[in-house]
Structures are given as C-alpha cells and as structure tokens.
C-alpha cells in the first residue's frame, strides 16, 4: 500500500517532467538547428500524448497496470522520433536506456524484464530498418560505426535493466520491512491498533457480503497499575509480550487477527462463529492466562488475569467498527463490575 503510493508519486512526476522537457525542446530546438518541420509536428504529438498521460494518472489514479502504460507511450513517443532522425544513430536514442530503469522504480522485476526485452527488440528493429525508414537528419555514418552504436545501446539497455531490477530487489524488501514496522506493535509483536482497525473494516464488509458472523474481543488485564508500581514498568513489559503470545497462540492465523488495542487492552477479531463459540474460545484465553506464571529476571513471578468482553453479530447488525468495538468494550466494563478475571457478552 505504501509502496504503492511511491511508486504512483513517482510515475506522476516522471510524466511530468516528461510532458515539460518534450514541450521545451519541441519548442526550442528549431531555434538552435534547422530541422525538417516534421520534427516539430511529433515534438506536439508527443507532449500531448504525455500531457493525456499525466492527465489520466492524476485523475484516475490507476493500480497496477500503469507502468505498462507509462511505457507504452513512453516507447510510442520516442520512437517515431529516433525512427526519423537516424535511427540507433540518432541523440534521442540517449534517453532509450532510461526505459528500464524507470520502470523498476515503479514497478517490479517482471515488468522490467518485459521492457527491457521490448527495447532490445526495437534497438535491433531500429539497426535493420536503418536504409528503409527515412532520415531526415541527412547524416551518412558508415555501417560499421552503426552496428557497434547499437551494440552498445543493448549493452547499455542491459546494465540499465540489471541495475534497475537489483534496485527494485532492495527498494521492495524495505518497503516491505517499513509497511511490516508500520502494522505492528513494537513491545508484543503483535498487530498494532490502525493495522487490526482496517483488518476489522475488511471482516465487517466480508461478513455483510456472505451474510456472515463476526465476533470481536476486548481482553484488558486485572489491576494491571498494581503489577508496574510493585515489580516497576519492565516487569509489567515482560507480562504484556507474554499474555500477548497465548492470545496469538490461540488464533486461527490464516482468518483470524490479534492486536493491541492500547496500554494493557489487547483486541481479538473472529471471522465466522456465533457468540456461544466466541466465548469458549474467550474463557480458552482467559484461563491461559490465569495459568500463566511470568518469571521476572530476580527470580520473582507474577500471576496475571484479564477480563474479556465479547460482541457477536450477524451481518445485519453489523454497522460500523466503532459499533462493534464500543459494545465489546461495555461487555469489558461489565465483566470488571462483575469482579474481573471472566468473560461478559454484550
Ligand atoms: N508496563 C507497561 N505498563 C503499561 C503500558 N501501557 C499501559 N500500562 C499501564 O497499565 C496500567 C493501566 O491501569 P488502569 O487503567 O488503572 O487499569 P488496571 O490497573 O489494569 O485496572 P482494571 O483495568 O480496572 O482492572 C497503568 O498503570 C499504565 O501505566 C505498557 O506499555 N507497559
């Protein structure tokens, strides 16, 4: 998601200043050398296509496919031009080994390798049809001069495409490590409160969609402030990754989430059971953690209880998160004002 988003910010600005640099040089360049006016009329098709490009990226906010399209057109505006200038003796072709690297910054591995085979492709197509399409640079290079200019194009291609892909291959870990870093909580481990929010979002949509259930826990520990102000705030760390590990054990993971809602309140999101199951499961919890012993680091141990408040709902009554959450939470409060160290459903 939000590499995602780089990558959109990215292929945005590239086919901005794209779009920028056509224009300029379409407009400039017949001021600096007389050219065949040709070069004009693609100079405009070109920045209008780049300018439709940037138009349609920043309004319609495509997902996946736009790389291909940013090519396609990037390809669409640079060959005419390098076909009528000289073919691989043209400058344009200077910007040719740009291709695959821009797309490995915005996409992934795949897309690059398809690009950089496509370049290759055209470089060799530009060689061969050099004699056939027409030049209206008027410049005679002889033919040897024009087979190793275009070697060199398909090995400069090729560096700019590995470089690209092992760039990608480090770009993409770390987007990964910061989205990973972004979900979790730091002290448990487990997810964090914004990541189980948009994962009870997604559930309460599913549950609407197959006329579903969905149950919800809050699980807040038993006179939490006695464990830190006794045994101090690292003890009362230890027993939060501790209680936090026999929550996640006793989750489904491929289906089910367990995070930290905040401070000492742990929440737990169960797709697909009724309130009568959802609270075998919360008293599975409840007593795991009663039968916990943590040992702290000077031989001492404490023991620890929660109390749990359940809400269970079919798809009708299911409205929003805040509803859910709001009558786990009058459930907790119950269970407290009941005496703590049990499970209430709302
Ligand atoms: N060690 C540690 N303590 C935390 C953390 N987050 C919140 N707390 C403590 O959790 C305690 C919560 O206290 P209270 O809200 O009064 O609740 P409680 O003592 O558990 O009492 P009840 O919930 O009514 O049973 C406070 O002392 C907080 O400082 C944390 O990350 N680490």
Redesign the pocket.
Known sequence: MFIEKIRYEITLKASFLTFFIVSLATIIRPLMIEQDVLFTYIGVFNSLAMGCVFLYLKYTKPKSWYPMLFTCVGLLVLTPITVVSGGVNSQFTYLIPTIPIFIALVSNAKYTWITALIVIVLVIGLYFSIGISPDFTNEIVPQSKTASRALWLCLSVSLSTMLGVQFNRVYGALGDKISEQAETDL?TGLKNRRSVMSFLQTAIDQAKSKNGQLSVMMI???????I??TYG?????L??KQVAQLIQHSVRDASDLAGRF???EFIVVIKDIDAQRATDIANIIRLSIEQKTVSLNDRKEVKVTA?IGICSLNSEQLTSIEHCVDLADQALYLG?KNG?NRVEVA
């Open positions: 002290l807040d520990l038993d006179h939490f402030k006695v830190n102000d705030h690292l003890a009362g760390d027993c939060l905040g401070g000492e109390t407290k703590r």
